[in-house]
């Protein structure tokens, strides 16, 4: 069994995408549904998935719950709320009352999208990352290379909230570059409080002309980092399809990680990301 531990959903009808401009992006200006995405998902194997927030609106978190609650396939959600609000943990308790609230594992926030590098250490968004913690809940980041010291001393200081670092913290791959990504993800890593998806690399690299090999100095440079045993398999679909269909980033994780154990593949694929989310036995199909 898989987990896929990071995918998106959007209709443009309930609501724009406002980041998906330019001509590049254009492919991404459409609907994208749990109908189109679950055919694809079992394909490759996957039987419970994880919902993560594209924007940064106070709806689209209950949707997400709501969504869950109907579609079996996924078993939880990443949702966003404003981490500086002064009553954020009342927020994140009304959230969990809301249809489906027993499917919010975590909370996440554009940091990618904020000019201060060092956002994640301000007063307030501390105080919104220990409300976090203390509804038991994750935090996912997505982050650029410079601001990977940030998130390592924001860990540093939340010993008791996981931090999920997604997409590798998006590494140079078109450039073939390392550092300092290299150097900066293994400072986060060093921390027991963190853990890391194996995701979103396809579209860090050139999106016509990538191979596996591309890719492999920065899956086994946080497979040497992290471990197997805190990394995860994420497919970040539908931005994915920028590069790769489903099923060909499926198969370029399979291959990046083919030489490991069966124990370590298996905590990589579902035990990790289960684990993590807490997301518990998969639901019967219905």
Same mark, same amino acid.
């Given at each position: 069994m898989t987990v896929d531990a990071h995918h998106h959903v959007w209709d443009l009808s309930v609501r724009d995408q406002d980041w998906i401009t330019g001509p590049e992006l254009q492919p991404l200006r459409r609907d994208f549904t749990i109908d189109d995405l679950e055919p694809e998902a079992r394909a490759a194997g996957v039987d419970r998935t994880v919902l993560v927030q594209t924007i940064t609106v106070q709806e689209e978190t209950p949707e997400f719950l709501a969504l869950a609650a109907e579609r079996e396939l996924i078993a939880g959600v990443v949702g966003w709320t404003d981490l500086t609000r002064p009553d954020v943990a009342d927020e994140l308790a009304r959230l969990?009352?809301?249809?489906?609230?027993?499917?919010?594992?975590?909370?996440?926030?554009?940091?990618? /999208?904020?000019?201060? !590098?060092?956002?994640? %250490?301000?007063?307030?968004?501390?105080?919104?990352?220990? +409300? @976090?913690? #203390?509804?038991?809940?994750?935090y996912d980041l997505v982050v650029l290379p410079h601001q990977l010291p940030a998130c390592a001393e924001a860990a540093a200081g939340h010993e008791g909230l996981t931090f999920v670092l997604d997409h590798l913290g998006k590494p140079p791959v078109a450039s073939g570059e390392r550092e300092p990504w290299a150097t900066a993800v293994?400072?986060?890593?060093?921390?027991?409080?963190?853990?890391?998806?194996?995701?979103?690399?396809?579209?860090?690299?050139?999106?016509?002309?990538?191979?596996?090999?591309?890719?492999?100095?920065?899956?086994?440079?946080v497979l040497d980092a992290f471990g197997p045993h805190r990394?995860?398999? /994420?497919?970040?679909? !539908?931005?994915?399809? %920028?590069?790769?269909?489903?099923?060909?980033?499926?198969? +370029? @994780?399979? #291959?990046?990680?083919?030489?490991?154990?069966?124990?370590?593949?298996?905590?990589?694929?579902?035990?990790?990301?289960?684990a993590v989310y807490d997301l518990g036995p998969g639901r019967p199909a219905t």
């Open positions: 969990r009352e809301l249809p489906g609230g027993q499917y919010l594992k975590g909370i996440r926030h554009q940091v990618q /999208g904020e000019p201060d !590098p060092q956002w994640l %250490l301000r007063p307030d968004v501390r105080r919104g990352l220990t +409300a @976090v913690a #203390e509804a038991g809940l994750v293994r400072a986060l890593a060093a921390l027991p409080n963190t853990v890391c998806k194996l995701s979103g690399l396809v579209t860090e690299a050139d999106w016509k002309t990538w191979r596996p090999a591309d890719l492999r100095p920065y899956t086994d440079t990394l995860m398999f /994420g497919s970040d679909w !539908p931005v994915c399809t %920028l590069a790769a269909t489903y099923a060909e980033v499926a198969g +370029a @994780v399979h #291959e990046l990680t083919a030489h490991l154990g069966a124990a370590e593949r298996a905590r990589l694929y579902e035990g990790t990301a289960t």
